[in-house]
């Protein structure tokens, strides 16, 4: 009975989503597409659709959903389209599917992922964010229900890929010291201090090395997505904010390290291509081609490293704070980034505010303990509501 693996993406438009759909298309005989999801570009979801022909289509609304459902019939397709929130906890827990990638981008994945590992799915998961904000509880639901979780954050598919297999015994027992999370050091690593009030989102988002969404852009820039990665991290491998250490690696070839007691450190290479870590939790324990391009290590020359600077990545300490503070820290410090990332892409604050306003939110709010779905939900409205009485009360 075991035909192709029954694959939902959730988040097929983006970046991480088109690049799983690339990975699928070149092993028909492994993967068919179950579902997939889109918010805003609904032609290219159209697209796409026409091109895997999936059970299932998710939309944002319904009136979005009416117009789908037309264009997918006068191009003689079986597909069904589902709305929002209920429509994508519903092709993530289907009992047809086998793996859900996660590549919704922000909070707005978290019900959708926990809904599919509450139903035992594979999770590939892309959407750090949902970790981040609900780490005990999303760990919870795994290890009750026994999904396997692979990441496909590059970083920690890296050390995924250096861990011993029973790394989950504790990193203590495994042998295993401490975690080097590589961290390119974004657009702005080596820009003057004075320039960075002034720098535009579009400078923000060209990334030297990789090719992502604009939300997880401006978040390297600000080294804010090695904070959410460090608190990925602790929750991944069950490690203390303390035994995982971020190196600056401006070349982005080795995508982290684990370091164990005896001395020897493993790493993990390979060209900056979000395929690698995608092709590599779709078939784990097994491999196969993703279509990157081998690494050419003469081309390469030579690996850099660098500790990164607190005082140019403000973003960094306090995503460490946030992480030894633990319980509603996380999701308020991710809830107002979100706020302050979308101001800054819609011109509303500097890049240096971004860190202002979430430094301000974090002080103005007591951690809580989040004792359910619902606390957390709450501790993310928080965040938002003072990020934007922060925005009003500064005029913007
Ligand atoms: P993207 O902006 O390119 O795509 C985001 C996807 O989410 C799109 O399909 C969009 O339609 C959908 N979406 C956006 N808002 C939504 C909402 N409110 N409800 C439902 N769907 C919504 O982002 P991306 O770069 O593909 O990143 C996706 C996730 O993967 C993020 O969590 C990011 O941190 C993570 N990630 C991305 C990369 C990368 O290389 N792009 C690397 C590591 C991790
Ligand atoms: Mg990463």
Redesign the pocket.
């Known amino acids: 009975m075991s035909g192709p693996q029954q694959i939902t993406v959730l988040?097929?438009?983006?970046?991480?989503?088109l690049s799983t759909l690339d990975v699928i298309a070149r092993h028909p005989e492994r993967y068919q597409v179950f579902a997939l999801?889109?918010?805003?570009?609904l032609s290219e979801l159209l697209a796409l659709c026409i091109r895997h022909v999936p059970q299932f289509a998710v939309v944002?609304e319904v009136a979005a959903a009416r117009g789908l459902q037309d264009d997918l019939r006068a191009a003689g397709l079986p597909t069904r389209v589902l709305v929002g929130e209920e429509g994508?906890c519903q092709v993530a827990s289907a009992p047809e599917v086998d793996a859900v990638m996660a590549?919704?981008?922000?909070a707005?994945?978290l019900r959708p992922t926990l809904a599919a590992v509450q139903a035992g799915k594979k999770i590939l998961l892309?959407?750090?964010?949902a970790l981040v904000m609900s780490g005990a509880l999303f760990m919870q639901a795994v290890h009750k229900s026994g999904s396997v979780l692979l990441p496909?954050?590059?970083e920690h598919n890296a050390i995924f890929q250096c861990m011993p297999q029973d790394f989950s015994r504790g990193l203590g027992a495994v042998g295993v010291r401490r975690i080097l999370l590589t961290a390119s050091g974004g657009p702005f690593r080596q820009t003057p201090m004075s320039e960075l009030a002034h720098v535009s989102p579009d400078q923000a988002c060209a990334h030297p090395n990789?090719s992502?969404?604009?939300?997880?852009s401006v978040?390297s820039a600000s080294m804010m997505?090695k904070g959410l990665e460090l608190i990925e991290a602790c929750w991944l491998f069950d490690a203390k904010p303390s035994q995982v250490e971020v190196v600056i690696h401006p070349q982005s070839v080795i995508h982290s390290l684990v370091d164990y007691v005896d001395g020897s450190v493993l790493a993990q290479l390979g060209n900056p291509d979000?395929r690698t870590p995608i092709a590599n939790a779709l078939a784990w324990p097994e491999r196969i081609d993703s279509g990157v391009a081998p690494l050419d290590l003469f081309a390469v020359a030579r690996l850099d490293f660098e500790a990164p600077d607190e005082q140019r990545f403000p973003c960094l300490r306090l995503a460490r704070q946030a992480a030894e503070a633990g319980n509603s820290a996380p999701a308020m410090l991710n809830a107002a980034n979100e706020v302050a990332v979308a101001a800054f892409l819609d011109g509303r604050v500097g890049y240096l505010e971004i860190a202002s306003i979430i430094e301000d939110v974090l002080n103005l709010e007591p951690v809580v303990a989040l004792e359910d779905l619902d606390a957390v939900f709450t501790a993310d409205a928080k965040a938002r509501i003072l990020a934007e009485q922060w925005l009003n009360r500064h005029g913007r």
């Not at 892309?126 to 964010?129: I, L, M, P, R, T």
């Not at 992502?212 to 997880?216: A, E, L, Q, S, T």
């Open positions: 988040g097929a438009t983006g970046s991480i989503g999801s889109g918010f805003t570009r944002p994508l590549a919704i981008v922000g707005a994945g892309a959407n750090k964010e496909i954050d590059s990789w992502m969404g604009r939300k997880i978040d997505n979000m």
